[in-house]
């Protein structure tokens, strides 16, 4: 069950990300307070995950979600860049995520 706990706690870091970009520096009141549930929904689970799993995999991957996860929001929504080398390197942080995951 901590696993499940940890991949949702990634999902809510993604949206607090996604939240804090809406909130252009905490002066839209809307996204600020979601940015802030969504952060302490995250955090909440994170901690919960660490009572199982070792802390360096579990703050790894809950990080690992976020930055992957906002990347390609970013990519999708907010027009970055898309290009071989940002797809080299998340497909990279992806295989060390597994191999977190496996030798847990």
Do not use: D, Q
């Not at 991949?7 to 996204?31: C, D, M, N, Q």
């Amino acid at each position: 069950m901590a696993w499940v706990y940890l991949l949702i706690a990634g999902f809510f870091e993604i949206i607090w990300v996604i939240g804090l970009k809406y909130s252009h520096g905490f002066t839209r009141i809307t996204p600020s307070i979601i940015t802030v549930v969504t952060m302490m929904c995250s955090f909440f689970l994170l901690s919960y995950a660490m009572k199982t799993l070792p802390m360096g995999t579990s703050y790894a991957i809950w990080t690992s979600v976020g930055i992957v996860g906002s990347t390609i929001i970013g990519i999708l929504i907010f027009n970055e860049s898309l290009s071989f080398l940002r797809l080299l390197c998340l497909f990279m942080i992806l295989v060390g995520v597994i191999g977190l995951k496996l030798t847990h």
